[in-house]
């Protein structure tokens, strides 16, 4: 992963199942199930490749007003060939009976919820997971056809195709039952002491057959040096998705714990073990594991970079976990001469060596088995499957039925074979005239942003020049990589559902290794071109909008540029704003992590920052969670920079141009309406409950109602009063 750490997608963060959190991409909202698609390739860690996401492409947020199916099978689907059109500025979607100065939201959004209540095998629906649904309609197309052997097919193709053939084939996946962990569990029960861990977790995270036991290991973009690529070293080792589940007291946080360790027991049954020793293995797990998310970081300290700085060299690293080989690990996954490391959290590896000493052999070899049975799950045969989709999905995110087969093998195929896949779909989907019209949109707002950069009446002129600077290297990558990824050293075998994936994450683990000590590839995607996403990178400095986010409702050829610079023009100015952000502008152009702010910018920073967090902080996910919105803030503020970057330029774009009222719609309000309606969303309670602890962005209805109340624009297009809802007395600004 080259820059994980600080890549900022505008989705909100998928629910990592085996990954460790990261201050994460930035993307326009995240997309759900078990695993970022988008991470992964970012993702230092080994191990990601191997999960099969279990639930929906893009959790949404809802407001009050849920809509859930909670019973019942999903609708039928079937492969399609053309992609169905929506309009981005949708009458039907929209709740007449509402007043937009007082709940704007639920004026744009209001008919849609109503329509479009939540799958039952989804823990959310929005615009994104609707579009994102079809998306894998239509590539469930491009694969049917792809796995006929019988008709010719090129080396892509061949690909791609045999291993959507491998994950559909499940008579072959149960009869093989659990033999696919059988190597690693004999490995696990060959260590005859705890000096062994080291050897055996190297080839373990190599082979990705563990997910991140223990901790995260990998590759990432120097912090100090924005040219390079060392190793990076990270904290790791739960089962649940994030540290503050094993340390909150409050009643509901207990209960998914208590399910958690039964969830533990079961997979343990399911390898053979008495439901007895399963119990107590059980206990040993979710011990380990306590202790080792106690010494990880939250997510908000995890948002400073510097928290996360600590080059050591491999003297260093051996003196802070004495009891860990790390010869016998480092030549384990092939990296033997490795010397530079970022140890991103050094406290959490002396509590690794502590609980090497303190803990037996026979209770490591336990928290091992769990780890590898957990990251193989979904790749099991039936009674595997449902078991971890009745914890992860139906019990933490309150999701009732498994997502059918054909969906789980289309993302798998987009994650292991994302832009052998993305090349078949870019060339179905995306023409020269939508990438033309995207980067003038793109270059447009760069424009506005740097006229308000220039106007700011609180920033110096020493700082404003760094800024410029800063924005004038930004890199616009639109669509699809320039040089696409070469697989033809992975084998994928069709038949072979265990040994294609094995191999997928063999592959993806030496790919992601042997970036360690050469300098970064700018020309590197972190989202795969089918995804519908987008997202900002702080240390490449780049913003990516792969192929599958311009397509209708979110970029409509077919609309006038009103609704589409609300929409697609709003999600530029936003991942444009998040170079600019509370975290964004700790780093400078190149990448690098430089302070470029005078003293007294950066105080003037930190109070407009103060006015969004306060703002944020006030709004309800659900029951009485609050926004925490140290979490958010960076999210926050690119929501509220970007839309107004993107008026701005719409602005001076349509000067010339006479506009007219359409539908009864002044061009203004149809900009705001257009802008609002790509956060139209249904979300269930559990998963609300989830995201208020893991996701940096705020619930949609907060994203609409909360950009609006601050921006005079859209008060006087919709001649909202003082003292009215979606008029703050109080407006907060900071881009
Ligand atoms: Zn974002």
Same mark, same amino acid.
């Given at each position: &992963? ?6 900022? &997608? ?9 990954? =460790? ?72 979607? &929209? ?60 080396? %892509? ?32 029960? /060959? ?14 995270? &190599?082979?990705?057959?563990?997910? %991140? ?10 912090? +100090? ?63 380990? +594991?306590?202790?080792?998310?106690? *010494? ?78 957990? /990251? ?42 994302? +832009? ?90 030496? !790919? ?17 071109? =089918? ?119 719409? *602005? ?28 139209? +969303?249904?979300? !269930? ?31 006087? /297009? ?18």
């Amino acid at each position: &992963m080259t820059h994980a750490e600080f890549l900022h &997608m505008f989705l909100k963060p998928f629910l990592p199942k085996v990954v =460790p959190v990261l201050p994460g991409l930035r993307a326009l909202r995240s997309v759900g199930g078990f695993m970022t698609r988008s991470r992964l390739r970012f993702g230092l860690l080994l191990i990601v490749i191997l999960v099969l996401a279990q639930a929906p492409p893009q959790p949404t947020r809802g407001g009050e007003s849920l809509q859930t199916s909670s019973a019942g099978e999903p609708a039928e689907k079937h492969p399609i060939h053309t992609m169905p059109y929506s309009p981005s500025l949708d009458l039907t979607s &929209m709740d007449h009976t509402a007043d937009p100065c007082v709940d704007f939201y639920q004026y744009v959004c209001g008919g849609w919820m109503k329509n479009n209540p939540i799958p039952p095998d989804q823990a959310g629906w929005s615009v994104y997971a609707k579009l994102a649904d079809e998306n894998d309609q239509f590539l469930w197309g491009i694969l049917e056809e792809a796995s006929d052997a019988s008709r010719p097919r090129n080396a %892509s193709e061949q690909k791609i195709g045999d291993l959507f053939q491998a994950c559909m084939d499940e008579p072959a996946i149960e009869k093989l039952g659990a033999a696919p962990l059988e190597p690693g569990l004999h490995e696990i029960a /060959a260590l005859t002491s705890k000096s062994e861990l080291a050897g055996y977790l190297g080839h373990e995270h &190599m082979n990705a057959r563990g997910g %991140s036991a223990v901790f995260g290991f990998g590759s990432a973009q120097d912090f +100090e040096d924005a040219s390079q690529v060392i190793a990076f070293a990270r904290a790791g080792g739960l089962g649940l998705p994030d540290r503050d589940y094993y340390t909150k007291t409050d009643p509901r946080s207990q209960t998914i714990r208590d399910q958690y360790i039964v969830h533990v027991q079961r997979m343990f049954v399911l390898l053979r073990d008495s439901p007895a020793n399963a119990a107590t293995e059980a206990q040993t797990v979710i011990s380990i +594991e306590t202790a080792l998310a106690q *010494k990880s970081l939250t997510r908000v300290e995890k948002r400073n970079p510097h928290n996360l700085l600590h080059k050591m060299d491999r003297a260093q690293l051996k003196a802070i976990t004495p009891d860990f080989d790390w010869d016998a690990y480092l030549t384990g996954i092939g990296l033997g001469s490795v010397q530079k490391f970022n140890v991103t959290e050094p406290e959490f590896y002396r509590e690794v060596n502590s609980l090497i000493q303190s803990e037996s052999l026979d209770d490591w070899k336990t928290y091992l088995r769990w780890h590898l049975a957990h /990251a193989w799950a979904p790749y099991l045969s039936t009674s595997f499957q449902e078991e971890n989709f009745d914890f992860y999905s139906h019990k933490l995110r309150g999701v009732a039925v498994m997502e059918p087969r054909w969906k789980r093998c289309v993302r798998l195929v987009d994650r292991n074979l994302g +832009e052998a896949l993305g090349q078949v779909f870019v060339a179905r989907t995306f023409g020269p005239d939508i990438k033309a019209r995207t980067l003038k949109m793109t270059r447009e707002i760069e424009a506005a942003m740097e006229d308000d950069l220039k106007n700011l009446p609180w920033m110096s002129p020493e700082t404003k020049q760094q800024a410029l600077e800063k924005l004038h290297s930004i890199v616009n990558k639109i669509g699809y990589p320039d040089k696409w990824r070469d697989y033809s050293s992975l084998e994928i075998v069709r038949g072979d559902f265990a040994g294609s994936i094995r191999r997928s994450a063999v592959f993806e683990s030496k !790919r992601q290794l042997a970036k360690i000590g050469k300098p970064v590839d700018r020309g590197e995607w972190g989202m795969t071109p =089918p995804t519908v996403n987008a997202y900002y990178d702080s240390q490449t400095n780049d913003i990516n909008f792969p192929a599958g986010v311009l397509q209708p409702p979110l970029f409509d050829p077919k609309e006038d540029d009103a609704p589409n610079y609300g929409n697609t023009g709003g999600t530029i100015g936003h991942e444009l704003t998040h170079g600019f952000d509370d975290e964004g502008r700790l780093f400078d152009g190149k990448g690098n992590l430089r302070d470029w702010w005078t003293k007294e910018d950066a105080a003037q920073f930190d109070e407009r920052i103060a006015c969004v967090r306060e703002q944020y902080a006030g709004y309800v996910v659900v029951d009485d969670i609050h926004i925490n919105s140290k979490l958010t803030s960076g999210e926050d503020v690119a929501d509220l920079g970007g839309t107004l970057l993107a008026y701005i330029a719409w *602005k001076k774009a349509t000067e010339a141009q006479k506009m007219m009222s359409i539908d009864g719609f002044t061009p203004d309000q149809r900009f705001f309406i257009g802008y609002a309606q790509w956060a139209c +969303e249904n979300e !269930r309670p559990e998963n609300l409950r989830m995201h208020a602890m893991t996701d940096p962005h705020s619930p949609g209805r907060y994203r609409v109602n909360g950009i609006v109340s601050d921006l005079p624009q859209f008060q006087r /297009a919709f001649g909202c009063k003082a003292g009215q809802p979606m008029v703050r007395a109080k407006l907060c600004r900071v881009w």
